[in-house]
């Protein structure tokens, strides 16, 4: 397990990152007419977008080094 | 066809299902096998998703695409900070034992039982609409579901009579079920193990009966996301849904409001409080949930899109209500055994919102609203009867049904005019009013009750202004003019548009006003007001929790007795359990019985926070004070107090006054050091100096000595010369010797003194008329200035002589041969005598006069010139000088003389008479 407090740390950098992922303008960017297997891209970007944020949480919460 | 008999009995087996785990987790947790682990206190929270989740938000991704994603975005970011901030709330809950939100943010505010009354009082209208939400969503999906295999949407609620309207017996149903779920007994640590097991479970279900009929529309009746998708690109109107924002509804502003706003209710809501942080049994649990618990949100809404472009595509009439998509799509379908499904995965996300909210107000609604009032009614006497559990319980059974009935009424006034989640966003609206004063209290010393009171108040009465008499005006129970041109025609107060400001969606336009007046009166009323002692202990024990030891911050002084403080528990916790917390406490401090125990602040203090455990905080405080006289702190106490601490301050300026002694001691003592080191250093100079003059005279005599033994025959006259060296080298050997002890004599202070008075008239002519042989030897001529007018000085007169000799002899010394002049003058000056002693000689160069006075100090170049004499003599004659008090000093031009010049102090008319006195 990590150090509680770079645990911590990571989790705030985490945040950060996500409320850069998830807000204006990044998802402009993704506000457009294209597909990505058939599925509208701001779709897919945002589930994909989530999905990894909530994998690195897992992987900072759950490691055992 | 579906009958009406099966969807019923489908649901009470559910319903059944429920009891039969909460009733084997209850016994579990008595057992002491606790069965919630990390998943299932994650699955818990998972009550997040309601009738809202599982409904609506298919409905709101029908008319705007992605809008519905906020409200799950916004707490997977804030559970990334749960660990700073939910582990704190979680830490302060378990230390203060508190039993809900209200609870929480009364006790951080001074135990303040108004501020907890407020905020039940907010968290209870606000939920109201939530609640509704849940009715609506029940009661249209059985009457949607009775329907099968037709698809009607059921009549509007306000028309049909109460008693033929479904949703008021689903509202029931819920009361009776959740009295039954949450009130069996009373808990001491208000805790329910039992409904949090239960919750997961149900949690399960949804997930199932989402993700199912996800898959049937998504892979069933169509093929894959893509070809939905790929339909739904061919239609404009839902092509547009594919990049919603711009051209929709979603504006940049509302997406970010409500990701704050949902941000905020992952905390705030009274439910999400209550499983996340009373019923939490592990801070360590959270180290799962914050990944599990966005996993869960993320599954149940992969769906979501295209059971939603599916509903339209499916449904091209437009005459369904997007709302119902999830359980309308199966029907269409003919999936009878999946739309049952839908339906119980629909009650179980609505029974658990309806469940754990329901318990979580009820709890406030006793602890924080009821008890502090009845409890101020004297004439109930309260204290005194001994049946309180079953009070307790009965307030709580009350507060449910009450609930429950308000959101039935409400469901039937404003119920109709909104979709799911709009309603639904109201009530997460009111809850975010908490957070300035819950989070401000958890890391702001300074914020205050009044402060929190103001926040609060300013926030609620926006919120009720701009979001819940705008949604009962929509439904026509108001006048819509008063939305149309604002009330009483004043257009700038329009609630939809206060102060003029538009642009904004209704949400996004109700949180900016609501969070711009309950911050903005929070911290100015914070920082304009005062804390009173109770409030500033609390805000200490919550803002540092987790830097402080056991020892409760709260000062307690009075009188009382262990068994009064045991009996007053007995009465709230039966007196068994009352008897067997203080014995715990007992044999905690090592004591044999309860009789032991002395009532001081800590058993005080150790009573109250169990009785807050059940009744709340502010009331637990009432209670032990009703037992626990607290004496008020009086003006002499308080003087006394600052007495003690002037008597600190006092020390600690003394101790820095001791301190700066120090300092200068040891200032002093290093420059003794010093001095003394050069002291020293002088000292080996000396010793130096000294031995080698005496050398060379000793090396003289030697030489010549050597030279007499080893030369027997040597000539006579030769003999004699070298004879009379040696005798002079000796002589001045012993002069120097003489000299050096004299020195160290009067540099000691072991010289002996002959004081007397001295006429120096005479010493002059005396010290003249003895070195007249050296002066004519040399052909210098003398002359003395005498005058016998000047005053006797007290000296030692054969010590004077010394000088004057010494100064004669040096004046001869570097006079030139034939041609020299010396001058003695004396004469008279304000205090004393001098004595000028003037020859042409060669001078002294400038840069000679200031060390000619040091000991060995010879001018002129020693390496060529023989000298002169010992270098000690003009050493010796200021010492002397000096001792009488006098100054001796030189004038000097390099090859035009020099001039010696002595001082002596005259003699003061009282030392003359003590001299007098003495002499005879």
């Known amino acids: 397990m990590a150090k509680p407090s770079r645990r911590g740390e990571r989790l705030i950098g985490l945040f950060l990152l996500g409320c850069l992922l998830f807000n204006f303008p990044l998802l402009a960017l993704f506000n457009v007419r294209e597909t990505v297997l058939g599925i509208p891209l701001l779709y897919a970007y945002l589930f994909t977008a989530w999905g990894f944020v909530i994998a690195l949480v897992a992987v900072i919460m759950e490691r055992t080094d | 066809m579906l009958q009406g008999w099966v969807i019923v009995t489908a649901s009470f087996g559910y319903i059944g299902l429920l009891f039969a785990i909460a009733y084997y987790a209850d016994k579990r947790a008595a057992a002491g096998r606790s069965i919630i682990t990390p998943v299932i206190y994650s699955l818990s929270l998972a009550v997040y998703a309601t009738a809202w989740t599982f409904y609506g938000s298919v409905g709101r991704a029908a008319s705007d695409g992605v809008g519905f994603l906020p409200i799950y975005i916004g707490p997977t970011l804030m559970i990334l900070l749960w660990w700073f901030v939910l582990r704190k709330v979680i830490r302060i809950?378990?230390?203060?034992?508190?039993?809900?939100?209200?609870?929480?943010?009364?006790?951080?505010y001074g135990k303040s039982a108004l501020l907890g009354g407020?905020?039940?009082v907010i968290a209870v209208i606000g939920i109201l609409p939530y609640i509704s939400l849940q009715l609506k969503a029940v009661s249209s999906s059985f009457q949607i579901l009775l329907q099968y295999p037709e698809i009607v949407m059921p009549e509007k609620g306000g028309a049909v009579a109460i008693l033929q309207d479904t949703a008021f017996y689903v509202a029931l149903f819920m009361a009776l079920f959740t009295i039954a779920f949450g009130t069996r007994t009373l808990d001491v640590s208000e805790r329910h193990e039992g409904m949090v097991a239960a919750i997961a479970f149900e949690a399960v279900v949804k997930m199932i009966a989402f993700l199912a009929v996800g898959a049937f529309v998504t892979f069933?009746?169509?093929?894959?996301?893509?070809?939905?998708?790929?339909?739904?690109?061919?239609?404009?109107?839902?092509?547009?849904?594919?990049?919603?924002?711009?051209?929709?509804?979603?504006?940049?502003?509302?997406?970010?409001?409500?990701?704050?706003?949902?941000?905020?209710?992952?905390?705030?809501?009274?439910?999400?409080?209550?499983?996340?942080?009373?019923?939490?049994?592990?801070?360590?649990?959270?180290?799962?949930?914050?990944?599990?618990?966005?996993?869960?949100?993320?599954?149940?809404?992969?769906?979501?899109?295209?059971?939603?472009?599916?509903?339209?595509?499916?449904?091209?009439?437009?005459?369904?209500?997007?709302?119902?998509?999830?359980?309308?799509?199966?029907?269409?379908?003919?999936?009878?055994?999946?739309?049952?499904?839908?339906?119980?995965?629909?009650?179980?996300a609505a029974t658990g919102m309806v469940i754990v909210e329901t318990i979580a107000l009820s709890t406030m609604v006793c602890n924080d609203f009821a008890m502090p009032i009845l409890l101020r009614w004297k004439w109930l006497d309260l204290t005194r009867r001994s049946n309180f559990p079953a009070l307790l319980l009965d307030i709580r059974r009350g507060a449910i049904i009450g609930v429950l009935l308000l959101g039935y009424f409400y469901f039937r006034i404003a119920g109709e005019a909104y979709a799911l989640v709009s309603i639904g966003l109201i009530s997460f609206a009111a809850v975010a009013q908490f957070a300035p004063a819950a989070i401000g209290g958890l890391y702001w010393k300074g914020g205050t009750r009044l402060g929190a009171l103001a926040g609060l108040s300013a926030g609620f009465g926006v919120w009720l202004y701009t979001l819940l008499l705008p949604a009962?005006?929509?439904?026509?129970?108001?006048?819509?003019?008063?939305?149309?041109s604002g009330p009483f025609g004043v257009e700038l107060?329009?609630?939809?548009?206060?102060?003029?400001?538009?642009?904004?969606?209704?949400?996004?336009?109700?949180?900016?006003?609501?969070?711009?007046?309950?911050?903005?009166?929070?911290?100015?009323?914070?920082?304009?007001?005062?804390?009173?002692?109770?409030?500033?202990?609390?805000?200490?024990?919550?803002?540092?929790?987790?830097?402080?030891?056991?020892?409760?911050?709260?000062?307690?002084?009075?009188?009382?007795?262990?068994?009064?403080?045991?009996?007053?528990?007995?009465?709230?916790?039966?007196?068994?359990?009352?008897?067997?917390?203080?014995?715990?406490?007992?044999?905690?401090?090592?004591?044999?019985?309860?009789?032991?125990?002395e009532a001081d602040a800590e058993l005080?203090?150790?009573?109250?926070?169990?009785?807050?455990?059940?009744?709340?905080?502010?009331?637990?405080?009432?209670?032990?004070?009703?037992?626990?006289?607290?004496?008020?702190?009086?003006?002499?106490?308080?003087m006394t107090i600052i007495d003690e601490a002037s008597q600190v301050i006092a020390y600690s300026h003394k101790l820095e006054e001791k301190q700066q002694e120090l300092e200068q001691a040891t200032a002093s003592l290093k420059a003794a050091n010093e001095r003394l080191q050069e002291l020293d250093r002088l000292k080996d100079d000396f010793v130096s100096t000294v031995t080698h003059e005496l050398r060379t005279p000793l090396t003289s005599i030697r030489a010549f000595s050597e030279i007499l033994h080893d030369h027997p025959d040597i000539d006579p006259a030769e003999r004699h010369r070298f004879l009379g060296l040696i005798i002079k080298e000796s002589e001045r050997l012993t002069r120097l010797i003489n000299q050096v002890l004299d020195l160290a004599k009067l540099e000691s202070g072991h010289a002996e003194w002959q004081t007397a008075e001295v006429d120096l008239?005479?010493?002059?002519?005396?010290?003249?008329?003895?070195?007249?042989?050296?002066?004519?030897?040399?052909?210098?001529?003398?002359?003395?200035?005498?005058?016998?007018?000047?005053?006797?000085?007290?000296?030692?007169?054969?010590?004077?002589?010394?000088?004057?000799?010494?100064?004669?002899?040096?004046?001869?010394?570097?006079?030139?041969?034939?041609?020299?002049?010396?001058?003695?003058?004396?004469?008279?000056?304000?205090?004393g005598v001098r004595i000028d002693v003037q020859d042409n000689g060669v001078g002294i160069d400038r840069e000679h006069l200031g060390v000619i006075f040091e000991k060995f100090r010879q001018v002129g170049d020693t390496l060529t010139e023989k000298p002169a004499g010992t270098g000690l003599g003009l050493a010796i004659c200021r010492?002397?000088?000096?001792?009488?008090?006098g100054r001796l000093f030189v004038q000097s031009e390099p090859g035009r003389g020099s001039t010696f010049t002595f001082t002596l102090p005259r003699i003061e008319p009282a030392a003359a008479a003590g001299l007098a006195m003495g002499a005879r």
């Open chain 2, 604 to 638: 005080v203090n150790f009573a109250e926070i169990q009785l807050a455990g059940t009744i709340g905080a502010a009331s637990a405080h009432t209670m032990v004070s009703t037992v626990a006289q607290e004496e008020p702190l009086g003006i002499d106490e308080v």
């Open chain 2, 879 to 885: 010492q002397i000088i000096d001792h009488f008090g």
């Open chain 2, 93 to 108: 809950s378990k230390v203060n034992r508190i039993t809900s939100l209200a609870d929480f943010i009364g006790s951080r």
């Open chain 2, 220 to 348: 069933g009746i169509f093929g894959g996301a893509s070809d939905i998708f790929g339909q739904a690109a061919q239609r404009p109107d839902l092509a547009r849904l594919m990049t919603p924002f711009g051209d929709s509804q979603v504006t940049h502003a509302s997406w970010v409001w409500l990701t704050v706003l949902s941000m905020l209710a992952i905390i705030f809501l009274p439910r999400q409080f209550q499983v996340a942080v009373i019923e939490n049994v592990d801070e360590k649990h959270l180290s799962k949930a914050v990944w599990l618990f966005p996993l869960y949100m993320l599954a149940i809404n992969v769906f979501v899109l295209p059971i939603a472009f599916g509903g339209r595509l499916a449904f091209p009439a437009g005459d369904v209500d997007a709302d119902t998509f999830v359980l309308t799509l199966p029907m269409a379908f003919h999936q009878e055994g999946l739309a049952l499904l839908v339906f119980i995965g629909g009650l179980s």
């Open chain 2, 472 to 484: 009962f005006a929509k439904s026509g129970w108001l006048g819509i003019g008063f939305l149309e």
């Open chain 2, 118 to 120: 407020l905020v039940t």
């Open chain 2, 761 to 831: 008239n005479e010493i002059v002519t005396d010290a003249v008329s003895a070195t007249s042989q050296l002066f004519k030897s040399r052909g210098v001529v003398v002359e003395a200035h005498a005058t016998d007018r000047v005053p006797k000085v007290l000296a030692d007169r054969d010590r004077v002589m010394q000088v004057m000799l010494n100064l004669l002899s040096n004046a001869v010394k570097f006079c030139p041969e034939g041609k020299g002049r010396v001058q003695v003058r004396l004469s008279e000056e304000p205090g």
């Open chain 2, 493 to 597: 107060l329009r609630p939809d548009r206060l102060f003029g400001l538009a642009g904004l969606d209704q949400i996004t336009h109700a949180m900016f006003w609501s969070m711009t007046a309950n911050i903005g009166a929070y911290v100015l009323v914070s920082l304009l007001s005062r804390q009173s002692a109770a409030e500033h202990s609390q805000a200490t024990l919550f803002v540092d929790v987790f830097t402080q030891t056991g020892e409760r911050g709260r000062v307690w002084r009075g009188t009382t007795s262990a068994s009064a403080l045991q009996t007053l528990l007995g009465r709230f916790l039966g007196p068994a359990r009352a008897a067997e917390l203080f014995r715990a406490y007992a044999q905690e401090r090592g004591h044999e019985s309860i009789d032991a125990l």
